[in-house]
């Protein structure tokens, strides 16, 4: 499986934002998904998590109600929505796929949960 994330770029505070995760190989609306980011000297954190169907999502308390995750299993491909961005949301955002669950509910926020990550894409929020 790879997966390919795209979208970044940079923002004015309270703007909006789109970034997507294109997977190629194995059988992706099978697969529970899962976003993250890492900012400059952080370690990488959670942000939301998708079930198979995008029926479910599971969000970080820093981001709910801004941000919302979904996925077109047609096109092999999930998205992350941003809205209400913050200067500390400036970050390099990474999408990922569990290839062993569908749904990973509340253990969804940890990252050994997934088997393959995008490579990244960076998101920043000017003040």
């Known amino acids: 499986v790879q997966l390919q994330a795209s979208g970044g770029g940079l923002v004015q505070a309270g703007g909006s934002l789109r970034v997507s995760c294109a997977a190629s190989?194995?059988?992706?609306?099978?697969?529970?998904g899962g976003w993250f980011r890492q900012a400059p000297g952080k370690e990488r954190e959670f942000i939301a998590t998708?079930?198979?169907?995008?029926?479910?999502?599971h969000y970080a308390d820093s981001v709910k109600g801004r941000f919302a995750s979904s996925r077109d299993n047609a096109k092999n491909t999930m998205y992350l929505q941003m809205n209400s961005l913050r200067p500390e949301d400036t970050a390099v955002y990474y999408c990922?796929?569990?290839?062993?669950?569908?749904?990973?509910?509340?253990?969804?926020?940890?990252?050994?949960?997934?088997?393959?990550w995008g490579q990244g894409t960076l998101v920043t929020v000017s003040s």
């Open positions: 998708i079930n198979w169907s995008g029926g479910t999502t």
């Open positions: 190989g194995g059988t992706f609306s099978r697969y529970a």
């Open positions: 990922a796929v569990s290839v062993t669950s569908g749904d990973l509910g509340y253990s969804g926020r940890y990252s050994y949960e997934y088997d393959y």
